[in-house]
């Protein structure tokens, strides 16, 4: 299992466990601040980037859960073999069960805003990529793909837009930011990177980059 993997089964577990600190299933009680009782559930929850839709979480264990948003689920798995998530998509409409794409860079659920749904992909930390998928008819398209700094995590407007940064090179900004906490990051061993702010109108397909910049560390 990679460092990212990793990380996200513990930011998982952590999810679940917060979740758990705010209400405690009747009779149950946690051993540690850390240990999460399964099954667990908790209603009106977000998971993802900031914005995406609340829905009822749902783990089994620390490696498996659903999100149940009335219209949708989503069945996430951890993949034992491979880098990443296995992700289905059920249409409680149909019960009709939609496979999302395997990656081999390895795929993380987001969340989801309307019909679509955000999965992250790769193996560092600096820039990672995120696809866009759209259901439509019982089927998923992958409709937008793009690279991302996490530093800055992105959003969904309340208009259904994705806000996020993109990677850019300094000398194809028009303005550079400032940097206060540059000469730190140096003397840390890590490097300056940049990041421009991007928008990716999902309702009419239409992407925008402003004149709007971020300093990032980079290792």
Not at 35 to 64: H, I, M, N, W
Not at 131 to 150: A, R
Request: net charge negative; charged share 25%.
């Amino acid at each position: 299992m990679n460092v990212y993997s990793v990380v996200m089964a513990t930011l998982l577990a952590c999810f679940a466990w917060a979740c758990q600190s705010e209400k405690k299933p009747k009779g149950q009680e946690a051993a540690s601040a850390v240990e999460v009782t399964y099954p667990y559930e908790k209603a009106d929850s977000l998971f993802g980037f900031q914005g995406c839709d609340k829905g009822l979480y749902r783990a089994d264990s620390a490696g498996s859960f659903e999100i149940d948003y009335s219209i949708y689920r989503v069945q996430v798995t951890e993949q034992k073999d491979a880098p990443g998530q296995r992700i289905v998509l059920v249409i409680d409409s149909t019960e009709r069960r939609v496979f999302f794409p395997s990656l081999d860079e390895g795929g993380y659920f987001q969340g989801k805003s309307g019909n679509h749904f955000f999965v992250d992909l790769g193996t560092g930390p600096d820039v990672r990529k995120l696809n866009v998928y759209k259901e439509e008819n019982g089927e998923l398209y992958q409709v937008f793909q793009t690279e991302y700094l996490p530093q800055e995590a992105p959003l969904v407007s309340p208009t259904g837009s994705l806000w996020f940064y993109g990677p850019i090179e300094e000398a194809d900004m028009q303005e550079k930011p400032a940097c206060p906490e540059a000469e730190q990051w140096r003397k840390e061993g890590l490097r300056v990177g940049y990041g421009q702010r991007r928008i990716f109108d999902m309702k009419q397909r239409m992407y925008v980059r402003k004149s709007e910049y971020i300093c990032v560390p980079r290792q």
